[in-house]
């Protein structure tokens, strides 16, 4: 069975830094896409950042590029993402997300809300 556990969320002020993780297992890890959306108080969800595994190969939304940093742990089944000079506007439950071609996979997300 896929699960995916998300974890690191919390309050920060704004130009903090926070690191999400994201535990996977019930798959072989290397051979997915791990990606991270996320979701505010009546917003669509939006992809954030993803990161192949078999070979590093990494996505980033405009919005984030240049403060977060996606990276994964294949050791230990562990994608993590590392946001730094936080903004109001980042504020948002954060998914972490995996799929094959039947289906996604979600994670029961982590809060991150930024003080501003």
């Known amino acids: 069975e896929v699960q995916l556990v998300e974890s690191g969320g919390g309050l920060v002020q704004a130009g903090g830094s926070l690191r999400l993780s994201c535990a996977a297992s019930?798959?072989?890890?290397?051979?997915?896409?791990i990606g991270w959306f996320r979701q505010a108080p009546g917003k669509e969800r939006e992809g954030v950042s993803s990161i192949r595994a078999s070979d590093g190969n990494t996505y980033y939304a405009d919005s984030v590029k240049g403060r977060f940093t996606i990276s994964s742990e294949n050791a230990q089944n562990t994608v993590y993402l590392q946001m730094n000079s936080l903004k109001p506007e980042d504020t948002a439950r954060y998914y972490c997300?995996?799929?094959?071609?039947?289906?996604?996979?979600w994670g029961q997300g982590t809060q991150v809300t930024v003080s501003s």
């Open positions: 019930g798959f072989t890890f290397d051979d997915y896409t």
């Open positions: 997300n995996t799929h094959t071609i039947w289906r996604d996979y």
